[in-house]
C-alpha cells in the first residue's frame, strides 16, 4: 500500500502545484484492478484503490484543466519477471502462463506500455479523462 498508494498520492500532492492548465497526470495502475488473482489481494486492492482515487481526480481537477487518467499494463516482458522467481525456468514458466492468459497470446513489450502512457498524457487525448487504459493484450476484456 505504501508503493503503490501513498506514492502516488503524494506524488500527485506535490506535483499539482506545479501543473498548468491542459496538464494531464497518467497513474500506472495494473490489470489486477479488474481481476481477481489468487494470492494477490493486496497488490489488487492497492491497484483497484489507484483506480479510484484517478475517478475521485478526475472530478475534482476538472476546473483547472488537468486531466487524470489510469493506465493499466498486463503481463509485460522485463527483468523484473525474472528477480521473482528463484530459477530461468520457473520465470519462463511463469511466462508462458501469463502468455497463455493473455488472448493475443504473448506478455507485452516496455515499449508498448510507454505508447499508451504517451497517448494518455499527449494533446491526442484531449478530450480524455477519467479513463482506465488497459494496455494488457486484451486480458482484461476476458
Do not use: C
Not at 501513498?6 to 500532492?13: D, H, M, S
Not at 489486477?32 to 484503490?49: D, E, L, M, Q
Request: no cysteine; proline share 4%.
Amino acid at each position: 500500500m505504501d508503493i503503490n498508494v501513498k506514492v502516488v498520492v503524494f506524488t500527485v500532492q506535490k506535483a499539482l502545484p506545479m501543473m498548468t492548465r491542459d496538464g494531464s497526470i497518467v497513474v500506472v495502475s495494473s490489470v489486477v484492478n479488474v481481476k481477481g488473482i489468487p494470492a494477490h489481494g493486496t497488490y489488487t486492492a492497492a491497484k483497484a484503490g489507484v483506480r479510484a482515487l484517478v475517478r475521485v481526480w478526475a472530478q475534482e481537477l476538472k476546473g483547472k484543466g488537468i486531466r487524470v487518467n489510469t493506465l493499466s499494463p498486463g503481463a509485460t516482458e522485463t527483468p523484473k519477471i525474472r528477480g521473482q522467481f528463484d530459477s530461468d525456468a520457473a520465470s519462463d514458466a511463469a511466462k508462458t502462463a501469463f502468455a497463455s492468459m493473455t488472448p493475443l497470446g504473448r506478455l507485452g513489450l516496455a515499449e508498448e506500455i510507454a505508447a499508451g502512457a504517451y497517448f494518455l498524457a499527449s494533446g491526442e487525448s484531449s478530450y480524455v479523462t477519467g479513463i482506465d487504459l488497459p494496455v494488457d493484450g486484451g486480458l482484461a476484456q476476458v
